[in-house]
């Protein structure tokens, strides 16, 4: 499965941005998927994942009520919808495919990875 993000950029603090990632397979609806990060200097963190089904989620603790998990399996598109942004939130962005059972905050778990998308918020 080859994953390419998007929707990257600059933005000042409080603003939004809304990042997409495309799945090249037809089978992407049987995957988790999920979103991570990595700033500069430090290592990749799990920002948030969602079931093949859309019907469980999982979110970093401050990304929750600023960010949305989202996909459109017609698409084979995952969506991360990211509101009130701060300057900690910079970082490149990366979308990942998962078979595991459950949702997973685990790096390891994800089989896929995409290029990464970077984010940098102003203050």
């Known amino acids: 499965v080859q994953l390419v993000e998007s929707g990257g950029g600059l933005v000042q603090a409080g603003g939004s941005l809304r990042l997409s990632c495309v799945a090249s397979?037809?089978?992407?609806?049987?995957?988790?998927m999920g979103w991570f990060r990595q700033a500069q200097g430090k290592e990749r963190e799990f920002v948030a994942a969602l079931s093949w089904s859309g019907g469980s989620t999982s979110y970093e603790d401050s990304v929750k009520g600023r960010f949305a998990i989202s996909r459109d399996n017609a698409k084979n598109t995952v969506y991360l919808q990211m509101n009130s942004l701060k300057p900690a939130d910079t970082a490149v962005y990366y979308c990942?495919?998962?078979?595991?059972?459950?949702?997973?905050?685990?790096?390891?778990?994800?089989?896929?990875w995409g290029q990464g998308t970077q984010v940098t918020v102003s203050s």
């Open positions: 990942a495919a998962s078979r595991s059972a459950a949702v997973s905050t685990t790096p390891g778990l994800y089989t896929y």
């Open positions: 397979e037809r089978t992407f609806s049987i995957y988790n």
